[in-house]
């Protein structure tokens, strides 16, 4: 089972950066593939990065492209969020997540099968 927490959000200026973790402190993380979504007030849960059991293959979406960047350590039981030239768009809630088996990459909310507890993120202008 997947018991996931996450860590190292926070309020940072606009341009700045963020590294956010979730640590799984069970015993099959290396099961599943993992992914970040993101939800601001009034907005829809939308997907940010995934990663694959193996690490090997990785996903994001267009809005964070080239900014974003989603890692996992095994070893660790962590996956994390490298997030640079934050943007105040950006501001949201973030949750890691852990997907379900029968897809490779957790690429929508229908291909999750658990989340963690979220941490909030703000960009200010």
């Known amino acids: 089972q997947v018991q996931m927490v996450e860590s190292g959000g926070g309020l940072v200026q606009a341009g700045g950066s963020l590294r956010l973790s979730c640590a799984d402190s069970g015993r099959t993380f290396t099961t599943y593939p993992m992914g970040w979504f993101r939800q601001a007030p009034g907005k829809e849960r939308e997907f940010v990065a995934a990663i694959s059991k193996s690490g090997g293959t990785t996903s994001s979406a267009d809005s964070v492209k080239g900014r974003f960047t989603i890692s996992r350590d095994n070893a660790k039981n962590t996956v994390y969020l490298q997030m640079n030239s934050l943007k105040p768009e950006d501001t949201a809630v973030y949750y890691c997540?852990?997907?379900?088996?029968?897809?490779?990459?957790?690429?929508?909310?229908?291909?999750?099968?658990?989340w963690g507890q979220g941490t909030q993120v703000t960009v200010s202008s």
């Open positions: 997540a852990a997907g379900s088996l029968n897809w490779a990459l957790p690429t929508t909310p229908t291909r999750v099968y658990t």
